[in-house]
């Protein structure tokens, strides 16, 4: 059984992925859709979207980190995917399942899922050019705006060479309300022999068991539910090897709060670093009370010293150099 940890672009970036596998529980991650549109991208888009490639291809816990394109064009995806097979990517992804209106207006991501022909021709054609041992892995949506091609478009990736196909099982319009429709997964895993992980609206140790019998595949990607909840990847990852499940408390939480703020604070600009921390603590307020209390605190801060202070964490030496200087 897999358990991976979803890509979410302006979410789950480098940082975040660090934090997250160090908890436990996780077997692989992905990163944030990398688009692609006409040209080869440089090596500095991997060091900004995929800077693992450069240290071995996991986050520092180890996980391994899988790269995620997005795009419409098969022999520009195929080389793209094959550059970053030459940096070092140990498996290729392709995102069919982005629901932004810029994305889908210039052809990527989730339109695609009207024409299970171009995902077919898009999937072999990346397939052909990637060295044999890469793997290439797709994750789609159920359609655009029904589900009546989703079968089609899961035989279309799988017959196109996909290893393996992550289902986010709802529609593009559907959008990301609730309920995902777990069934959907069971039908498409009916009608390709690659595995298929279920993915969607797994917030708690019991929406994992309900995912897992109503879909009745074993290997789950989750999303915002391990944002909001670091430790749901171990918490299923002890569940189903018997063991007993102890959850993570705010205390234990802080000083990843503490690390993931340190790192945002020396790989961001000042300007985008609080926003980063509150999005993360905006998601954590559904699992833990006390990120509430701390999100209410921090909510309209946006200078850094000062949520320095309110997470208790001391300012980069650079910045107390300089203060001391100018004091
Ligand atoms: C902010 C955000 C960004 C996302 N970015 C990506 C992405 O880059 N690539 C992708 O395949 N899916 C992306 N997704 C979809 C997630 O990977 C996942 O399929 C979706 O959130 C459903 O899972 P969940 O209900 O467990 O969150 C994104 C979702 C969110 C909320």
Redesign the pocket.
Known sequence: MQIAL??????VDEILRDVLTRVGGIDWCVT??IRVTERLLPASTYRKLAPELFGGARTAAGTPLRV?FLGSDPQCLADNAAFACSLGAPVVDL?F??PAKTVNKSRGGAVLLKEPELLHAIVREVRRTLPGATPLTA?MRLGFDHKDYALDCARALAEGGAAQIVV?ARTKVEG?KAP?HWEWVARVQEVVAVPVLA????WTLDDWRRCREISGVDDIM????LVARPDLARQIAAARAGQAVVEMDWAELQPLLADFWRQARRKMSPRYAPGRLKQWLALLTRSYPQAVELFGALRRESDCARIDALLGVTAPLAERQARLASA
Do not use: D, I, S, T
């Open positions: 979803a890509p979410m672009e302006g979410l944030e859709f995620q995102n399942g982005c994750k986010h990301y995902a993915n969607g609206e797994v989750l999303g915002r539910g």
